[in-house]
């Protein structure tokens, strides 16, 4: 019976450890999303709006194509040191479990099983490798003229950026809409 308790525990701890493998890759991952907003502003005024907002996040212009109304603005992502640190605790803990499982099963080399949790540190270095690289985030407008008033303008912009960008954009705008 223990031993069936044991090897199912295996099962389950094994499971454990290949989720954690897929959520540590999975945090480096690109989150890139594309948001479509319509302001009743001028065109230029709305991209200059939306420029200013990403330089003042770090962002610098690296290309302007003024027949097509695009920008693209390109920055330097740095990965965080609370999340290198959390992902090195969470594979520390799940070497911890899968060494303890391994022990209760081949208790002979429970020292060595205890060798896993120094594996640890791997996880914090492969998310801080492929966190930090650069980003770049692409603003498309396209005016609309109104059919009943031609002199009233509005204007449809399209960016394409990180989620997190995206969110802190709205935000930004929220704020300034109850300004």
Known sequence: MTETVTYSTLLLTLLMIVGLVFFIRAST???IETLTLTRPVAPFTLLQTLTTHFENRAY???AAEAETQRIVL???VRPS???AGFLTLLAA???LCF???LTNLWPAYGTVFLGLIGVAPVAGWFYWRGSDRDEDIVLQVRPEASSEDPINLSATVT???HRDE???LEQDLSREKKS
């Open 166 to 168: 995206l969110i802190a």
């Open 99 to 101: 060494a303890l499982v």
């Open 159 to 161: 960016v394409t950026a």
């Open 29 to 31: 991952k690109d989150r």
């Open 81 to 83: 040191l609370f999340l």
């Open 74 to 76: 390109s920055g330097r």
């Open 93 to 95: 803990i799940g070497g």
């Open 60 to 62: 610098q212009v690296t």
